[in-house]
């Protein structure tokens, strides 16, 4: 069920993960970002947006995982776009033999026969310059910085007072680092953490990709939470975070224990490197 959370801004939200897809009106047709993950879900959108009149005008993920980079075929042929490093990474990934194989390991068992891989990753890099969706709707500025993925954008819907923050700022998944290749992962979140804080003023509904949105009052608290994360990790892993532990929402219990691999995997990579965090 597709749900208005601001003037021409629409959400829906899956079972899988809460995760956020978000429809945006333009003058001739959608802007359509991260477009869910099961099939029936994609294709249920597409129903809605067929029986309201409308048209998918273009696409955007707004990083390079799996449950970012899905499309539907009924979805229609839009471009779709995402962060120059997000379609490198997604075109490597396809690129690799077995691609299909290596992506349905990271799915749930329980949903992997609903998750149609077909047209995953078939996205188009917008040149690092290009600030903004190149569209016929309202202004969306790509606001890119290095946290949780290569090529990870949070965009800004500034004339609607809408921020869609990929996978930073959610209520019930804990800042999730990018240790894959960047040099210092944990200074690159606190940097994107503050590219978000800039623009935290404007924002009305601010829209995770995964969980609950947000509204005015509760953006700095979002920042501030996963800020406090991110320091305890490099300070003091101690898990005082409500997103860790009993705390945890109903059905986000395995929270737990992303933020015990995370751990691990930063003590591995700080002892390699001699160097804290
Ligand atoms: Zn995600």
Redo the contacts with the bound molecule.
Sequence with gaps: MLRQVADGVLMRQSEF?Q?NAVVVHGRTGVLLIDPGIRDCEMAALADDLSAAGQAVAAGFSTHP?W??LLWHARLGAAPRYGTARCAATARDLLSEPGWKDRIAGWIPPDIAEQVPLDLLGLITGLPAEMTRIPWDGPGVRIIEHRAHAPGHAALLIEERGVLIAG?MLSDVLIPMLDLTGTADPIQDYLAALRLLEDVAGDVDVLIP??GSIAGAGQVHARIDQDRAYVHAMRDAPVPGDPRVGPSAKDGWDWVAGVHARQLQRLARRSQRDGTPG
């Design positions: 993960c995760s995982h449950d970012h996978d990709g995964h």
